[in-house]
């Protein structure tokens, strides 16, 4: 199939690339490298350095390319963020999304596959968290995601674009050559490696209050490379639908520590800080859907064996990528 990746230099879309390419596709990447890096761009993809907010820029893309299915990973990710700067996320994730949707109507590109979020659904009132939860976000980042879902359903019934929504719970991990790099970072994982590598002094605990039982919050972390198998079963024909993706099981802030301790065999030294606006508690999915109707079956769900990922990338990237 031919595939634009929008977002296709990011943590996630870069993984994507890679294993859209691996598989034989023919992928053309659309990235404005506001938060993407050129260097993680698969050498083996058509590379276009776009700016959605420039009048006629998406529409050109697609016009160019003539995807059969575009991805759609570009966009703004950070709940903590998104509490202090919420225009930013309506207009990067809503305002620029519907640029995309639009496109594929106009080009007649059939299928769209969503990057979403948990952070869609809230505190949920039962674990693990199913599609069928009631969906009230939190945060501007988790509204912002739900907006263009609900765009999504209405272009799908009214225009016939088949639209498959992954709601993600925590990416964590990398590949050989691609991993997690942001330019400032906020993620757990990538924060605590750091420390492990001796580029910072200490890593944060952002809250240690919460109704849980050592008081951190839980997240259920999903490797990269299961994700992007999943994105690759999205494009089957014909298929459409929402769909969790996580492992099921949750893991508290100081348990990812110490695992990433047993993984590197290195002392972190953490400070307690107070909460994070913005963070549930707890989120862990139920991805039997996934698995029933697309034959996901996440080949990593260990946690020990995606930090050990995240860890090996890490260490032959201490910087990060080049640019
Ligand atoms: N977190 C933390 N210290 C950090 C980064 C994150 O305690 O340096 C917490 C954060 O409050 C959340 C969890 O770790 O409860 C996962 O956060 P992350 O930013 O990695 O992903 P999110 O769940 O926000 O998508």
């Known amino acids: 199939m031919n595939v634009l990746v929008t977002g296709g230099a990011g943590y996630i879309g870069s993984v994507c690339v890679e294993h859209l390419l691996n598989a034989g596709h023919q992928v053309a990447v659309y990235d404005n ?28 893309a697609v016009r160019r390319v003539r995807p059969d299915a575009i991805m759609h990973f570009a966009g703004s990710t950070l709940v903590g963020e998104s509490m202090t700067n919420p225009k930013k996320y309506f207009h990067n994730n809503v305002v620029n999304g519907l640029r995309w949707l639009d ?20 505190p949920p009132e039962r674990l693990p968290m199913t599609e069928e939860l ?54 757990l994982i990538p924060n605590v490696l750091k420390v492990a590598l001796g580029r910072a002094a200490h890593c944060e605990i952002y809250g240690t209050d919460y109704p849980t039982p050592d008081g951190t919050c839980i997240r259920d972390y999903v490797h990269v490379v299961d994700l992007a198998q999943a994105h690759m079963l999205g494009l089957q024909p014909g298929r459409s639908g929402i769909y969790n993706l996580g492992n099921g099981e949750g893991f508290s802030v100081r348990e990812v520590i110490s695992t990433c301790e047993k993984v590197t065999g290195r002392a972190i030294r953490v400070i307690e800080k107070p909460r994070r606006p913005g963070d549930p508690p707890r989120l862990v999915a139920a991805a039997d859907k996934a698995r029933r109707e697309l034959g996901w079956q996440p080949r990593f769900p260990k946690l020990e064996d995606i930090i050990a990922s995240a860890w090996a990338w890490h260490q032959k990237h201490p910087d990060g990528y080049p640019d």
């Open 33 to 60: 490298l506001s938060e993407g890096h050129r260097s993680a761009v698969d050498a083996r993809a058509t590379f276009i350095l776009g700016e959605p907010e420039r009048e006629g820029d998406v529409l050109e």
């Open 103 to 122: 496109a594929a109507v106009e080009c007649g590109v059939k299928k769209f596959v969503f990057s979403s979020t948990c952070a869609v659904y809230g």
């Open 134 to 187: 009631p969906t009230r976000p939190i945060n501007p980042y988790g509204e912002s995601k739900l907006m263009l879902e609900r765009a999504l359903a209405w272009y799908q019934r009214v225009y016939g674009l088949e639209c498959v929504i992954f709601r993600y719970f925590n990416a964590a991990g990398a590949t050989e050559k691609f991993g997690e790099h942001h330019r400032i970072e906020t993620h």
